[in-house]
């Protein structure tokens, strides 16, 4: 059964067509990476599916339930997004744990997951400061793992790189890719920048103006990098 599947979905503000039917399947585990210019409708096809953005008509089903009959909180869905949304005062422990608090999970397993999760990104020496004693990576690090620690069905990302300088930009994608490996998760993560896609997609979908153009893995959609 595909993770995440779209079906004629459309979203129009007013007048304005910002995504004309896509229908799109996400497998299992599967890295899609959606790819095109500016204002193509990436980041508002992105946003419907984590349910952030009421979508016009059509379908977009996680694990096989419509989400729009899904609450909230029972959305499985964990997205990171461009500017990391760290809450400044608080510690970078209580910001991995802050979404586990906020749904009363049990202190023991929030401690586990946040200190899996500070592991697996290299944060557990930073566990005590705060956002601004951290270097964009690290900050963008703590906002991954406050995604991992929910332990999502899908990982949504929204341009998650495009604040970070170029040198960064290259690590942080590889460490993405070890992330999913690491994880399993489906992910969907949008983009503008083509060598992010070819590097860290299974399937990249191209958008222009609203429309899929076209859907395949990096080498069928693009002969060479
Ligand atoms: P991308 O992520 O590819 O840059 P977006 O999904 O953000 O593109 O935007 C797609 C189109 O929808 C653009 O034309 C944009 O101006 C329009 N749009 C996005 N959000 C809104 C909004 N809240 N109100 C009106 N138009 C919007
Ligand atoms: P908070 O967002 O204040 O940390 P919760 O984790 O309980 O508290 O989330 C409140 C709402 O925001 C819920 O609808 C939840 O699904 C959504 N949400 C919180 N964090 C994320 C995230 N990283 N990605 C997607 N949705 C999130």
């Known amino acids: 059964m595909a993770q995440v599947s779209l079906k004629q979905v459309r979203k129009a503000y007013g007048g304005t067509v910002a995504v004309h039917g896509v229908d799109l399947e996400i497998g299992d585990g599967e890295f899609v990476v959606f790819l095109g210019p500016s204002g193509c409708g990436k980041s508002t096809t992105l946003r419907m599916i984590a349910g952030l953005e009421e979508i ?38 209580e910001n991995l744990a802050f979404g586990l608090r906020m749904r009363k999970m049990d202190r023991d397993e929030i401690d586990r997951r946040v200190k899996a999760a500070s592991v697996m990104l290299g944060l557990d020496p930073y566990l005590e400061r705060k956002p601004k004693q951290l270097s964009g990576g690290q900050m963008q690090r703590v906002a991954l ?59 990249i979908v191209i958008m222009k103006d609203g429309h899929v153009q076209q859907v395949g893995a990096p080498l069928e959609v693009y002969d060479r990098p």
Do not use: C, W
């Open 56 to 93: 016009t008509s059509g379908t977009i089903e996680i694990g096989g339930r419509d989400v729009t009959r899904l609450e909230p909180k029972d959305r499985n869905i964990a997205m990171v997004f461009q500017n990391y949304a760290l809450y400044p005062h608080k510690t970078i422990y």
């Open 145 to 203: 793992g406050r995604a991992l620690v929910r332990n999502p069905q899908v990982f949504l990302l929204d341009e998650p790189l495009s604040n970070l300088d170029a040198k960064l930009r290259v690590r942080m994608r590889e460490e993405i890719a070890r992330l999913h490996q690491e994880v399993g998760t489906s992910m969907v993560y949008v983009t503008h920048d083509q060598v992010e896609a070819m590097t860290l997609a299974n399937r």
